[in-house]
């Protein structure tokens, strides 16, 4: 399985990753990603999914799929099995089983066992409350619990009853003893294990303590023996917490932890919290609402596996901000879709046309490929009757400069077909246009008409033979590039009113039996794809936007 289409850029953790195979520090390169089953995976994740499972198929190493499931009360077997599939719908195996922190349960009980004999864990009766006060701030040192100086024996004795059930939640916490004084606050005396009665989804009431983030990853990667631990830059400060917990251990390894910029993609939100918010306030019709930037949300729009995994390549990695506009992604999808989906016409919203000098028999349809360049697309018949559908934005009574589509008296090259003259505008009481009276050039099929240039060329569909369909119009869900960065106001202010417009269009005949997840371009309308839950092949046809093709907020939609 190859993950690039295009050759990796060269970047830091590469770098690092060749000079310790070629210093024969590592032979083989093992990673991981370590998802939190506590919602659905979004863009961000899939930057590090393509990074890490990236790395392993370049150097031919293995990653891993591990759940970090340690906070057994948001975390749910939807939301892991919903990961994994997004995984692999991405293009990427793991290597071997599913693994999961919850797996090590004993074994990390154990080293904390190991770290109380040692005299470098404590238990500690203090409220969460009073460790804040006592662990001080960045300018202030923090002092050191009453609890501090137990005895390992006692220790022993409170962290077995811990296990045991015997304190109610929140009355102790295991601590790890490092240094209530350092510089750095993750290391003073961080809590390593905390008692909680939770159900969890993998050992249901076995456990009534659970350990925490930072004691159980680095043990965790220790025990798949990871030789590159990449996180995010907000775990700099943690690293010598995990380089610590690592060095007081018999563990099989020490893997080197690495932290590169998140990224944050404008106009939009990629944190797992908001996104629930998103879909618990209705914002959204769910995870996988196709405005929504998780990669079951992006999927269901149409955006390809291939699109994300060339935008993760193209935003690059490295250790500073990694802020990146939408119409990044836009247009990987966009250029990914250019060769990958059939061409064909759909009318969005209908204006009918009434040919007055159709003649049955006369008045022929032409054939017309699926895509200009992909003949193995195949094609199909155009159909043409007496009555067709416009665009109801391709006519105008007063043409801008420039206009190049239809007007009272001018004439417009309907694709794949006829030279087409409007004749008569017909209006409703109010002034509406309700209908044109065209009529065709009939020496105009398949060739320039004689003595004088059309410019214009505009979709359509015989209305007779048109199949109607739900089409949804998404754009984007904020109108800021930054909903969540003013603290003051909640992000869900600026959520874009217009994201969704649901439309009933024309499409034609050719794409009636589309399984679900198939991808068409709309000719001059932009890339749209079969919905994969409410399409129905040969049925209620119903298609989202993916993307419009051109980049309509940055520039002028043509
Ligand atoms: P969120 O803040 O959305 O809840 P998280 O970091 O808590 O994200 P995890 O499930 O812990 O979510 O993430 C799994 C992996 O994905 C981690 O290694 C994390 O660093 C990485 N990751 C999460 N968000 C991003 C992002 N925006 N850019 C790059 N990597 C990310
Ligand atoms: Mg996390």
Redesign the pocket.
């Known amino acids: 399985m190859s993950s690039h289409t295009q050759a990796p850029i060269p970047h830091f953790i590469r770098n690092i990753i060749e000079a310790d195979l070629a210093s024969g520090k590592h032979t083989d390169i093992v990673t991981r ?7 659905y ?9 393509c ?2 499972f990236g790395l392993a198929l370049d150097y031919q190493g293995h990653c891993n799929l591990r759940f ?1 499931d340690t906070n057994p009360e948001k975390e749910s077997e939807e939301y892991a099995r919903a ?1 994994q599939e997004d995984v692999q719908w991405l293009g990427f195996q793991w290597h071997g089983e599913v693994r999961w922190a919850s797996d090590y349960f004993e074994q990390l009980y154990g080293f904390a066992v190991e770290l109380i004999k040692q005299g470098k864990a404590y238990v500690d009766d203090l409220s969460a409350e009073e460790m804040r006060e006592y662990r001080g701030t960045l300018t202030h040192p923090g002092k050191p619990s009453p609890y501090r100086e137990r005895s390992v024996a006692e220790n022993l004795d409170l962290f077995q009853r811990m296990r045991a059930g015997e304190f109610v939640d929140g009355a102790k916490v295991l601590r790890a003893k490092i240094d209530m004084a350092s510089g750095n606050i993750n290391l003073r005396d961080p809590a390593i294990y905390r008692i909680r009665r939770a159900h969890h989804i993998r050992t249901g009431d076995v456990w009534c303590i659970y350990p925490m983030y930072d004691y159980t990853h680095c043990i965790s990667d220790a025990l798949e023996c990871i030789t590159h631990s ?3 830059l ?2 700099e400060d943690h690293r010598p917490l995990y380089d610590w917990v690592l060095d007081q251990l018999a563990v099989p390894s020490h893997p080197r932890q690495i932290e ?6 404008r106009y939009t939100i ?6 629930l918010q998103l879909v618990t306030e209705q914002h959204v019709s769910g995870w996988d609402d196709p405005r929504m930037p998780t990669i079951i949300g992006m999927r269901r729009r149409g955006y390809t596996p291939q699109g994300i995994r060339e935008f993760t390549r193209r935003i690059g990695i490295s250790k500073s901000e ?1 802020v990146v506009d939408m119409a990044v992604l836009e247009g990987c999808i966009r250029e990914d879709l250019e060769a990958r989906a059939a061409r064909v016409m759909a009318v969005v919203k209908p204006l009918k046309v009434t040919i007055s000098n159709f003649v049955a028999g006369e008045s022929q349809s032409r054939e017309a490929g699926f895509h200009p360049e992909h003949p193995e697309f195949g094609s199909r018949m155009v159909p043409f009757s007496k009555e067709i559908w416009i665009e109801v934005d391709d006519f105008t009574e007063n043409p801008p400069a420039g206009w190049q589509r239809l007007t009272p008296g001018g004439e417009v090259r309907l694709r794949y077909s006829y030279v087409m003259r409007c004749d008569e505008v017909v209006k409703d009481v109010a002034g509406n246009v309700i209908e044109l009276r065209c009529s065709i050039d009939q020496d105009t099929l398949g060739k320039n008409p004689a003595g004088r240039k059309v410019k214009g060329v505009i979709h359509w569909l015989s209305a007779e033979h048109a199949l109607p369909a739900e089409i949804r119009l998404y754009d984007r869900l904020f109108t800021v590039p930054e909903p969540d960065s003013d603290k003051t106001r909640d992000f869900c202010e600026f959520i874009n009113p217009a994201s969704l417009t649901v439309v009933q269009g024309w499409v034609e005949p050719a794409v009636r039996d589309a399984a679900p997840e198939t991808h068409y371009q709309f000719e001059r309308l932009g890339y749209f794809c079969t919905d994969r839950h409410e399409h129905q092949s040969g049925g209620k046809l119903t298609f989202n936007r993916t993307v419009t093709l051109k980049d309509s907020w940055t520039k002028d939609q043509g």
Do not use: V, Y
Request: with cysteine; proline share 8%.
């Open positions: 990603f370590p998802p939190e089953p506590n919602g995976l979004h863009i961000g994740h899939a930057k590090s999914i990074l890490n970090d990961i990449l996180c995010t907000e775990f590169f910029s998140r990224l944050e993609l990629t944190s797992k919290r908001k996104l990694n």
